[in-house]
């Protein structure tokens, strides 16, 4: 009998484990736990491939803007350096013509006791032909103190220096139009305003009126030996195509009516007469306001010394 009893029981506990199979002690199959585990495990290898084309690609990208970046860097310093250099030829290059048709550096003096200015044309004109004129300001902006040329047309000196070389500076020239003896009713210079104050950058110091009454001439030295000097009478800021450019005139009574024009639209009064008589010289230069605007001072002759 117990021996039936023990053959039952153990009958029993094979059924159990035939019914049970492979399981864990929380009761699931440890081939269905083992198929999740490595379920799980390719899971994570994938995530891992993909965070890792993913960490190319943000790589990749971020390589790509700092190349980008280091480009237009080296370019806009490129381009700063071509301006800064430009500037600096520019103003080494005036210097040394400064230094050949002046010579003497005391000339830059002003005052009862001061040499009397001279200007070399004989050397000017062996450097550029076309060579018409010298003009200065004294006793401000004495930086204004520049060869004057006269072109085939008002494009050649825009970007070409007074010794022919490529320069954003340019040169001081005459309208092409005018006569290069100054001898119109309205003679018109052009020179380029700079950034580091050079050319006509400081005529636009006339806008204060205080400077005005402290620099009030300015001076013209032409190859015949004359000195012209200007009294700046009129100042202000015009449009490209005013009135102001105009230089053939077909009677006096279209002439006053410039001069009225030129007074009228100054900025302030300046208390300066001038008359049909009168010759004047237009100084132009380009503004920030615009490709378009142009801020000019007229001077009127009131002097003239020297050869006719």
């Keep these: 009998m117990s021996d039936k009893i023990e053959k039952s029981e153990r009958a029993g506990i094979m ?30 290898d994938i995530s891992k491939k993909r965070n890792k084309r993913r960490k190319k690609k943000s790589s990749l990208l971020s390589n790509i803007i700092l190349v980008v970046a280091l480009g237009v ?11 800064f250099k430009g500037y ?31 200007v070399n044309f004989d050397e000017l004109l062996k450097i550029n032909q076309d060579t018409i004129g010298w003009i200065r300001f004294t006793p401000e902006p004495s930086i204004i103190n520049y060869p004057i040329v006269q072109g085939k047309d008002n494009q050649e000196y825009l970007h070409k220096t007074f010794s022919a070389n490529e320069n954003t500076l340019g040169a001081i020239f005459l309208n092409v139009d005018n ?28 806008e204060d ?12 030295y032409t190859p015949d030996g004359r000195e012209l000097v200007y009294q700046v009478y009129s100042m202000g800021q015009i449009v490209d195509t005013s009135e102001s450019y105009i230089t053939e005139f077909a009677s006096d009574e279209e002439f006053q009516a410039f001069l009225d024009m030129t007074k009228q639209t100054s900025l302030y009064d300046t208390g300066v007469e001038v008359s049909v008589h009168d010759k004047i010289v237009t100084l132009s230069t380009c503004t920030s306001a615009s490709d378009n605007h142009r801020f000019v001072i007229r001077g009127v002759r009131v002097k003239e010394e020297g050869n006719e």
């Design 88 to 118: 600096h030829d520019g103003r080494s290059e005036y210097d040394k013509v400064r230094e050949v048709a002046l010579g003497d550096v005391n000339q830059e003096e002003s005052g009862e006791d001061a040499p009397q200015f001279t």
């Design 15 to 44: 059924a159990e484990k035939k019914r049970t199979g492979d399981r864990g002690p929380d009761g699931k199959s440890i081939r269905t736990a083992n198929k999740a585990a490595k379920g799980n495990s390719a899971g994570g």
């Design 209 to 220: 009126k205080a400077f005005l009454e402290a620099n009030p001439y300015f001076y013209i």
């Design 179 to 206: 006569s290069p003896n100054f001898s119109d009713k309205n003679s018109i210079i052009y020179g380029h305003r700079m950034r580091d104050g050079s050319m006509f950058r400081h005529i636009q110091d006339y």
């Design 73 to 83: 860097f080296c370019v806009s310093a490129f381009q700063l350096y071509k301006i």
